[in-house]
T-cell receptor, first 114, second 113 residues
Framework: EAGVVQSPRYKIIEKKQPVAFWCNPISGHNTLYWYLQNLGQGPELLIRYENEEAVDDSQLPKDRFSAERLKGVDSTLKIQPAELGDSAVYLC????????????FGPGTRLTVL | DQQVKQNSPSLSVQEGRISILNCDYTNSMFDYFLWYKKYPAEGPTFLISISSIKDKNEDGRFTVFLNKSAKHLSLHIVPSQPGDSAVYFCAASAKTGANNLFFGTGTRLTVIP
């Protein structure tokens, strides 16, 4: 069974440019998560989807970050415009349902903003 | 405010010996705890979990111990193998609410052959 797929794996952009990350969860997983991992830190939740509904986006900086999960399958996370402090690894995870189920992570996208 | 803390950023252990990784938490609402293992350039991989109704869970070479009164958990790896060298993250969630995971900062384990 394929795991969580993310692309691109690496992205380098100039500050103030837009950037988008894509995630395809494990087939059949209804819940999808986007996490931010700064260097030397653990992952921090940005947004959680249950099917196509964003049920928790309290940690998403909405002035520059946006996300969507059309049709309740794959998802896109966007930053516009990117700032130097956005340099980090963006991880996507999925689980079968909301409660008790293990979250499976993708390999992440490493973003470098110059 | 860090609700899950891993105070040891690194740990080195000889192959065949026991590795003990520690984790503390502050939120008394947490009732489910997990350990994830992360290799470079990969996402975290689920390793083992424990519910707050238990104080021990074992899976092969990996055992997690939970001390609720101390708000402390530990991961024991016996015997340690070079392939265990990775960053280990402790995570916690409150199942009565959402399944949002709160992660510690990780401990880098190096198993010396």
């Amino acid at each position: 069974e394929a795991g969580v797929v993310q692309s691109p794996r690496y992205k380098i952009i100039e500050k103030k440019q837009p950037v988008a990350f894509w995630c395809n969860p494990i087939s059949g997983h209804n819940t999808l998560y986007w996490y931010l991992q700064n260097l030397g830190q653990g992952p921090e939740l940005l947004i959680r989807y249950e099917n196509e509904e964003a049920v928790d986006d309290s940690q998403l900086p909405k002035d520059r970050f946006s996300a969507e999960r059309l049709k309740g399958v794959d998802s896109t996370l966007k930053i516009q415009p990117a700032e130097l402090g956005d340099s980090a690894v963006y991880l996507c995870a999925s689980s079968l349902r909301r409660v008790t189920d293990t979250q499976y992570f993708g390999p992440g996208t490493r973003l470098t903003v110059l | 405010d860090q609700q899950v803390k891993q105070n040891s950023p690194s740990l080195s252990v000889q192959e065949g010996r026991i590795s003990i990784l520690n984790c503390d938490y502050t939120n008394s609402m947490f009732d489910y705890f997990l350990w994830y293992k992360k290799y470079p350039a990969e996402g975290p991989t689920f390793l083992i979990s424990i519910s707050s109704i238990k104080d021990k869970n074992e899976d092969g070479r990996f055992t997690v111990f939970l001390n609720k009164s101390a708000k402390h958990l530990s991961l024991h790896i016996v015997p340690s193998q070079p392939g265990d060298s990775a960053v280990y993250f402790c995570a916690a969630s409150a199942k009565t609410g959402a399944n949002n995971l709160f992660f510690g900062t990780g401990t880098r384990l190096t198993v010396i052959p």
